[in-house]
Every structure is written in C-alpha cells, then in structure tokens.
C-alpha cells in the first residue's frame, strides 16, 4: 500500500499501486491536472513505486 | 525504465501528445525552443524591444520570466518584471516574495506596483466597497496597471504569463456566452493603439499548464503554489479546464490543436468597435471613463489613472 499525498489539499490517502499509472488510475485523477512526484522529483508514470517511498501528487491546474 | 527521447537517460516526463519522453535537461529544452518559436512565429519580440514581463509570483510566471531570460540575448531585447501586490493577506505577502526571489536569481529589474500603498485600499476591501467580486476589480486594476507600465516605462510589449490551458478555457468560456468579441483578444499577440493601449503578448501561448509547472520546478525557480483565495474550485472556469484536460486525455493534441487554430483565426472574431481615450488618463476607453477610473472615482471621490500613470513615469525618469 503506497501512501499518497495530494497538494495543495494536503490530504493522504492509501493506495494499491505498483506503478504511478495505477495512483492515477485508482484514484481517477487526470494526468494532465496532476503531476506526480516521488521522492520529490517528477516521474513518468511507468515508474515503479514502492510502499516506503514518498509519493505526492501536485494539481497544476490554476484559476477559477 | 522510460528513456529521455534524446539522450537516452532516464526519463522525468511523459509528454503523450507530442508523443515522447524527457530527461530533466532535455525538456527544459523542448520548453524553451517551444516558446522561441512562438515569439518568431508570432512575431512577439523583436531585436532592442523594451519588454515588460507581468508576473504574480506563481509557476507561470517563473517559467515566463526564466525562458524570456535566457532568450534575452539571443533575440536582443531588454527585460523588465512587474509584479502587482495586490493585497490579498498571506497569498500576496507570499507571491511577492516569491517574485522579488525570482527577480533576484535572475539578475533582472522588478518594478512593484502596491494596490493598498497605492489606491488606499487592497483588492478585497476595494470589492467590499464597491460591492462587486474581488475577481472582476482584481482584473480591472491589474490590466490598467499593466497597461500604465508598459505605456509610461516605453515598452514595446508586456507579456503575460497566460498559458495554453488559460487560453482555451477562457475562450471556450466566453464561446458559451456568445461574447465573440472577447475570443479575439485570445490570439497571442494584441497590437498596441497609438498611446491607449501597450502591445501585449503571450509567450507561453503553446505551452501546457503541467509543462509549465514542471518547467519551473526543474529549474528550481522560485515560485509560489497556492490557490488566490478568492479562486473557486467549483467555479465554471476551472470545470472548464478540467473538461479540456477530460479531452485531452481521450484525444491527446487536441489541446495545443484547439489554440494553434484559436492563434490562427482569433482575428476572424468581431472586434470592440472604437477605442477612446479616458477622459480622466488618456488611456484606452470604450466609453469615454475607463473602468479603472470609474471604480476609483467611487471609491476615492477622484479617478486614481493620471496618478498611477504619474507613479511610473516617475520611475522611468529616475532609470
């Protein structure tokens, strides 16, 4: 299980996942609006993850 | 692992509409060439131009100010960066900071321009008085001052941060209202109007907003990544740019599609009849008192436009 952090909310939630297209996908956020960090650095979303690393997911999108 | 598509290291970025993947280096490249080619295909900037930047502090900004930096030299142009304190609590105290380090790691000139220091009143208390939504008086004092700067400071153009996602969703927005006229100034450059009006561009025209942000961090600009307070996610703005994004998922390209063509025929779209000069500043006016005069008058007993106007040609004396 790979803990998750969402920004700017803040929120952390837990997610089954071996790779960051499965965050993406299992939490039904779109790639164009999120941008996926781990370990502080942008991935592609075939990058393995794994239960210890530090995951975040950043919402680009501004405005509104 | 996913490769970079130019060197072979280890890619950061998956770009599926342009249908390849990036190292660090490499996409701070395809970034920066990305927006050179608008500024030549536009013809956004020309050799000696006086430029001034606008920017609010965030990711948008950093990348504008950052590329245009490093393109400074090459085309020939000088570069000048404004920011505008709003006065929106802890958002503005930390957009400017962010934007006086921006300044600062770039080595370039940041004229700031206080609304509070300045006007008497933040943007809030202002929409408070005035009645009216913080969003729409933000708007109008920010265009007047941008457009007092770049007319008082000699710039040929001032740039704006708007990116490609902006850019769609404004004129989709403005498409469902039927307001054509305001889908024409979407095109990435609006020519100047003999001492109205400033040219005004929009380097970022082609560039996606998760490009953007992902420029700015690569790069370790300074930049601040907060919401305004005033921004709503529930707003009709912002859903739409999460349908575009929906599209765009489905239909990779059909974002940067939809603003090339937008780029192409916006000047198809009707134009504002004719421009007028304020009667208070001189500036652009479509009815004899620019908005920015208007909404000051009311909350000043007089229009606040010749001495924001006084305040940078002060500045530009002094240079």
Do not use: W
Not at chain 1, 25 to 52: F, H, I, M, Q, T
Not at chain 2, 83 to 101: F, M, P, T
């Amino acid at each position: 299980m790979v803990k998750v952090r969402v920004l700017p909310e803040g929120k952390i939630l837990d997610v089954e996942a071996e790779r960051v297209e499965d965050i993406f996908r299992e939490l039904g956020y779109s790639r164009e609006a999120y941008v996926a960090l781990v370990n502080g650095k942008p991935v592609v979303e075939s990058r393995r993850v794994k239960d210890d690393e530090e995951v975040v997911l950043v919402r680009v999108l501004s405005g509104g | 692992m996913a490769k970079c598509s130019i060197c072979g290291k280890p890619a950061v970025v998956d770009l599926r509409y342009a249908r390849r993947r990036f190292c660090a280096e490499h996409f701070i490249e395809f970034v920066e060439r990305k927006i050179e080619r608008s500024i030549k295909e536009y013809k956004m900037i020309g050799k000696r131009d006086r430029v001034i930047a606008a920017i609010s502090g965030g990711k948008d900004s950093a990348t504008l100010a950052g590329v245009l930096d490093r393109l400074r030299d090459r085309i020939g142009f000088e570069l000048i960066l404004l920011h505008i304190d709003l006065g929106i609590s802890e958002y503005s105290r930390k957009s400017r900071e962010a934007s006086v380090r921006l300044a600062h790691r770039l080595g370039l000139e940041l004229v700031i321009f206080d609304v509070k220091e300045m006007l008497g009143y933040s943007i809030p208390e202002m929409a408070l008085r005035l009645r009216r939504r913080a969003c729409s008086v933000c708007g109008i004092v920010k265009r007047y001052v941008m457009n007092a700067a770049g007319i008082e400071l000699g710039a040929d153009s001032v740039a704006t941060g708007h990116n490609a996602d902006d850019i769609g969703s404004y004129a989709l927005k403005e498409f469902l209202f039927q307001n054509l006229e305001n889908i024409g100034k979407l095109v990435p450059v609006s020519e100047s109007i003999d001492n109205l009006a400033v040219r005004k561009i929009k380097p970022l025209y082609t560039v996606y907003e998760k490009e953007s942000f992902l420029y700015s961090l690569l790069r370790e600009l300074p930049y601040y990544h907060e919401e305004c307070p005033h921004a709503r996610l529930d707003s009709l703005d912002f859903t739409i740019k999460e349908f575009l994004n929906k599209l765009e998922e489905k239909f990779p390209s059909i974002k940067i599609q939809y603003v090339k063509m937008l780029a192409r025929k916006g000047s198809n779209y009707p134009k504002i009849v004719e421009a007028r000069s304020c009667r208070h500043c001189g500036l652009l006016s479509l009815g004899g008192e620019c908005s920015f005069c208007r909404i000051t008058r009311r909350l000043r007993k007089s229009p606040a436009g010749p001495m924001v106007r006084r305040y940078f040609s002060t500045l530009r004396n002094h240079s």
